[in-house]
């Protein structure tokens, strides 16, 4: 079993760190965040996965968190797991990768550094001049891109559909490689350069197939088709598969957004316009803002609605709201005049969000006497939307099923006005048109 030291317990870091303490190795988790290791040491964890509270638990005596850098001095591997956020031009911002790179004690033997983190291609072939440079050169080097997705991040690690490790050694490949031996997954091995474009290129194909049923779901919506039977029958096609054909109100999240832009940057930097990539990214923006044009086709100026907004993570089973499409959701609603009532079983404030969203902590509290719900985000608990309660308690029984999560049919006979994503629509005269009386004064 191997000595493994994280930078990062973030998202990335900590699954990692209790994914290879499951795996019977030793680590030692780093952080810069006083607060966040703090936590970590009492076992809380301070965002919500599932299975990482179980499992840092299970292997506490194999897992320690420090502030300290030389407590990694004796890893056998260095995984880099720190942000890589984007900046004003959109490039990712690698200035914590280098910061580690600098940060790195006095280190014996052949450790590798692992680059987890998401990063450009050609970052790898840089680390590797810089750690020479710092007279490092008995450090190897190793990309190790992480595929998991949150939510189910635990799940994805120890089974994934594949692993990839890049080095500019064979031997360091692998190192790398062995520390997951227990893992039944196909390896595949390459070099840094390519290994760095996996990723890039796996985020934007997903991203790709997003907008790409979100472009056929609004047409769908013209013309009278059904877009969850279009992508049923499309997805069963064996060449194209049913992953990622969903209609909704667009991705967001730490990764999609942030990398799209990265390999944008990255096309662009070296001379290349990629064009596909662009109407992705803004495909994406444009689907965030139809929600507001379905809710003023029932209900006409929103000045002085009440909008409950269900769901604020940018997806079920996280607490992320890097991204989160609910943020520009409920900033162009107040930009119309709507009042904004939001609930989320996990997220309860965000600074992202603007401080007149009024947060509460029931569905059937941001209900009542909202004239639309709208389904941001497909949380389980959001399937029995359409109960007599909720019609009950609503000022104007219109739903905006913003992940077509519910049954239309079934939505309209129990009294609601239903529109999905890419379905067809209920008759935009089911709900008075006149604005309510605040609206008017
Ligand atoms: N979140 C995901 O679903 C996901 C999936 C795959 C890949 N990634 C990539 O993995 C990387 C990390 O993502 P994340 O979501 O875990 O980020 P995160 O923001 O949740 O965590 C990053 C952590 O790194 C810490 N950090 C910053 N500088 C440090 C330093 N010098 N030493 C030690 N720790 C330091 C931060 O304090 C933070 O706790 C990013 O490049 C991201 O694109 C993320």
Not at 185 to 204: F, W
Request: with cysteine.
């Amino acid at each position: 079993m191997s000595r493994v030291g994280i930078f990062g317990a973030g998202w990335v870091g900590l699954v990692t760190g209790a994914c290879f303490a499951e795996l019977g190795h030793e680590v030692v988790i780093r952080d810069v965040v006083p607060e966040k290791i703090e936590a970590l040491r009492r076992g809380e964890v301070p965002f919500h996965e599932e299975q990482v509270p179980e499992l840092l638990a299970k292997n506490a005596e194999r897992l320690t968190f420090t502030l300290d850098v030389n407590d990694v001095a004796d890893c056998e591997y260095l995984f880099v797991c720190v942000d890589t956020p984007p900046t004003y031009s959109g490039d990712a911002d690698l200035s914590r990768v280098w910061t580690v790179v600098d940060e790195l004690p006095e280190l014996d033997g052949h450790p590798i550094l692992v680059m987890k983190s998401t990063v450009p291609v050609g970052t790898g072939e840089k680390v590797r001049v810089g750690l020479d440079q710092r007279g490092l050169d008995h450090v190897g080097y190793a990309s190790n891109p992480e595929f998991l997705a949150e939510g189910r991040a635990v799940r994805d690690f120890m089974s994934p559909d594949r692993i990839v490790v890049g080095a500019f050694a064979a031997d360091d490949a692998d190192a790398v490689s062995s520390l997951y031996a227990s893992i039944d997954a196909p390896m595949v091995r390459t070099d840094v350069n390519s290994a760095e474009m996996i990723k890039l290129a796996a985020n934007a194909f997903l991203m790709t197939r997003i907008s790409f049923i979100n472009e056929i779901a609004n047409v769908c919506e013209a013309t009278g088709a059904d877009v969850v039977a279009v992508a049923k029958g499309v997805g069963l096609d064996s060449r194209l598969g049913p992953h990622f054909l969903r209609a909704g109100i667009g991705y967001g999240g730490s990764c999609f957004p942030k990398d799209s832009l990265a390999l944008k940057q990255l096309a662009s930097n070296s001379g290349y316009h990629f064009q596909l990539l662009s109407a992705v990214i803004e495909v994406n923006e444009l689907q965030k803002r139809r929600v507001i044009g379905k809710l003023k086709r029932h209900l006409g100026p929103l000045r002085g609605r009440t909008i409950a907004l269900l769901g604020l993570a940018f997806k079920p089973n996280t607490d992320d709201m890097r991204e989160a499409p609910s943020i520009v959701l409920a900033s162009r609603l107040l930009a119309e005049g709507a009042d904004v009532r939001a609930w989320d079983p996990v997220v309860r404030g965000n600074d992202k969000l603007p401080g007149a969203v009024e947060i509460v902590d029931s569905v059937l509290d941001a209900v009542r006497g909202a004239d639309a719900a709208v389904i941001v985000t497909e949380w389980p608990q959001l399937a029995d939307l359409g109960s007599a309660e909720v019609h009950e308690a609503m000022a104007t029984p219109l739903i905006v099923d913003g992940r077509n999560l519910l049954d239309p049919e079934a939505t309209r006979r129990a009294g609601f006005t239903y529109e999905g994503i890419g379905r067809p629509a209920s008759p935009s005269d089911t709900v008075p048109q006149a604005p309510p009386a605040a609206a008017r004064t």
